[in-house]
């Protein structure tokens, strides 16, 4: 296939923030294919074939580099050389490795090709099978195939191909409604299948049916005798939160996801934990599925109701969770992965002060609120970050960190503060109360995304050079004012931008920079900033 058919991203390290742009090329290339519907499965295996080579690629990097050094070689050191390369990898990340990659040109290309049969494809540097991925199950339930590439004369390099493994697939089944039948035939062969337990309690709590599949999840015997062991199995809590509360309490009587532990009978110490549903219907009949999750020996941590708990809790914590770090942990989880990993992007850091808050609260603190003048000021600031596409990063006292992927949603988000900054003030000074002006800093560079603490208490943030300058350059800003890097102004597409008003650049000197840093003023074309 012609080279200008074919849109390729290089990588060398997925520290790099590449997911986003692999994700953009390769949903025109399913829909020319016809098969937008697989976007999310084929981004699973793109994801699994991209995590091995480059793993495969360090390896051989890492491999090269100890026999370089320290004289190791492979054949005969191979279980050493694995557990060095996983203790460097563990403790210093991917980085010196990708280094060693990119300075070699040695890089994994994929590829999504313009025309053909193929979807995309992977070229890795080294040796490597696809078939080492652990997605081969979902490639043919999918009814796509890996197809080798063949290599050109004494190249090490191999490439697979991702392609429909049948002729036309296009052809997607169409799907039909089922009849109440065959919906109940389903749900039938289901409960059957996955040994879902039933049983109907009256409103008193009374077991007044049970099935025969609930009775041996708890190994007891199939008879009606066994009911009263059953009912003296089923904790208090299950009754009181559950027949006496949630079939009582929530619309249509419904409850889901329930979970409650109980002790098999006849075994010492091993319990089943089930999950469970159902509804208190119109006579006050209380229907319940039962699922089991797991059979247990001794204690464990998952007790009673602790998907309810755990959702609770969940829904007091989240404000609390970076936003950022929930989107990702949500991203994460779709890749099939258990952890954030530290990402390299380019991104703008925006660091907004209330200026002269510490003073503002010595000689403000009996005649009103503190806590709700900063978080009236931090609700607007927080909101400009969201409407510009930004994520706050931290809040610390009276300032605000956030980022942004674009340089312009940086200023724009900045003009919209002053903005609300301005309205504020406005009603303070009709109220006779002091007026608190915003300071604000923005610089635009790369940065390392990633993991900061202890296992304890973590922070997935942004660090590196750039974070420090654009808290130098907010600290130097004028109040009321909005000062960028030249180099976030260099990054702004000015033509495509021309509501944005930059001012004549200056030099400020800032801590830990020994030449002086060229900045500017900007605003809306309407509002220009007074330079210095």
Known sequence: ???????????????????????????????????????????????????????????????????????????????????????????????????????????????????????????????????????????????????????????????????????????????VLLDDADSRNSMQHICDKLGYGLIRFSSAGEVIAVSRAMLDSLRLPAEATAIGDL????????????????????????????????????????????NVSGYRDHDATIHSLWQIVSLDEGTTHLGEGSILSEARIHNITRNYVPQMVEEKAREAVKLGKSKLINEECEIAVL????????????????????????????????????????????FMGDSVMAIFMEPADAIAAAIDMQKHAADINGLRSRAGQDSLSLRIGI?????????????????????????????????????????????????VDVAQHPELAFGELFTIHVKGKRQGLSVCHVAATEIKTNER
């Open 1 to 175: 296939m012609n080279d200008s058919a074919v849109h390729t991203t290089s990588v060398t390290s997925l520290e790099h923030s590449i997911w986003p742009g692999l994700k953009a090329e390769l949903e025109p290339s399913l829909q020319r294919l016809g098969l937008s519907r697989l976007a999310i499965p084929v981004m699973l295996l793109l994801h699994d074939a991209v995590d091995l080579a480059v793993r495969a690629m360090h390896f051989d990097a890492f491999r090269r580099l100890a026999e370089d050094e320290f004289g190791m070689l492979a054949g005969d050191n191979a279980a050493d050389l694995e557990a060095l390369f996983n203790a460097e990898v563990g403790e210093h990340g991917s980085q010196n490795i990708a280094q060693y990659c990119k300075e070699n040109a040695q890089q994994v290309v994929v590829g999504f090709p313009q025309q053909g049969g193929d979807i995309l494809s992977v070229t890795v540097p080294v040796a490597w099978d696809v078939s080492q991925c652990g997605t081969q199950g979902l490639v043919d339930a999918l009814g796509l195939r890996w197809r080798q590439l063949p290599p050109q004369q004494g190249s090490t390099v191999c490439s697979y191909a991702l392609q429909p493994a049948v002729p036309d697939p296009s052809s997607a089944r169409k799907g």
């Open 231 to 274: 009912c003296t199995a089923i904790p208090f809590n299950f009754y009181n939160d559950v027949i006496w509360g949630l079939a009582l309490s929530s619309k249509g009587g419904v409850f889901e996801n329930y979970r409650t532990r109980v002790y098999l009978h006849g075994e010492a110490g091993v319990t089943a934990l089930f």
């Open 351 to 394: 660091f907004c002060d209330i200026v002269g808050f510490t003073s503002f609260v010595e000689s403000n603190a009996s005649s009103e609120s503190i806590i709700n003048t900063l978080n009236t000021i931090l609700r607007r600031v927080s909101g400009s970050v969201r409407r510009h596409r930004g994520y706050i990063d931290k």
């Open 443 to 491: 610089h635009w560079g790369e940065v390392v995304i990633g993991n900061v603490g202890t296992p304890e208490r973590l922070d997935w943030t942004a660090i590196g050079d750039v974070v420090n300058t654009a808290s130098r350059i907010e600290k130097n800003c004028n109040p009321g004012a909005i000062l960028v890097s030249q180099t976030l102004k260099d990054a």
